[in-house]
């Protein structure tokens, strides 16, 4: 598969997705938003793959946004359409992904940049980041998700200051706020701490692990609990909980395939 504004490496089950529009700070085409889709479904089905990371090109943006020269002119039907194929296409995929896929923000995450980060499983940063919403000086509100997610991570009323004052925060005050889970020196460092992670990530049993999202996908949604009984029972009986339970009780590390 070849990408206009993707860069794909596969390696050691590990997929990295580098969003590459270097000159436009990396920002969200309807074109780049395609082509995640296609990046994330083709890591999903592909059995060498078992963990995803996504990043940007260079060192000054992870994801500056959503392309603004794209939807300038936008009237509310366009709008609301651009908003729910987002979405379903690719924020929902993200955060439903049955793989674990790690945000390396290694710059300016912005708008649909930070939507994006907040989306996947796991965030972490290098130290240059900066992470804001500052739609509201569009005239906007966050469209992929940020009203609902961010709220989530870091609390209402540090969500509803960032929103509204359209103020980015620096990556140490992201640390702080539980936005990203650790910052790094640098864009190198950030990569290999996201690796290092992933890779600890990838040697449970993807099962779990599928399940796992799923039930803490279901955290603050009216069903939670029950969603959390249902994927914990699914387990039972699957060939990794057999294998996870003989592990242990054979003294053993389990391998899961
Ligand atoms: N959509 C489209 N193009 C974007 C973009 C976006 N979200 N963010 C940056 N770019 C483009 C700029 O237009 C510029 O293109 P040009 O060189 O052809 O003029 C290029 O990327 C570099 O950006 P520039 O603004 O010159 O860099 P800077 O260092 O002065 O500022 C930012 C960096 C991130 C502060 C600034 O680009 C910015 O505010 N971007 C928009 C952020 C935003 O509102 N995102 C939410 C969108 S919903």
Known sequence: MTFNNLIIDKSNFIQLITISREAKLNALNRETLKEINLAIIDAIVDENVRGIIITGAGEKAFVAGADISEFSSFNSPEGKELAKEGHQNVFDLIENCPKPI?????????????????????RMASANAKMGLPEVTLGLIPGYGGTQRLPNLIGKGK??????????????EALTNRLVNKVLKDKPELLKAATELMQNIIQKSPNAIKAAISAIN??????????????????????DFKEGVNAFLEKRKPKFN
């Open 218 to 239: 279901a955290a603050n949604k009216p069903d939670g609990f029950n969603k959390e009984i249902e994927e914990f029972s699914n387990c039972f009986g699957t060939d």
């Open 159 to 172: 969500a509803m200051e960032m929103i509204l004052s359209a103020n980015m925060i620096t990556a140490e």
């Open 102 to 122: 790690i945000a390396a923000i290694n710059g300016f995450a912005l708008g649909g940049g930070l939507e994006l980060a907040m989306a996947c499983h796991i």
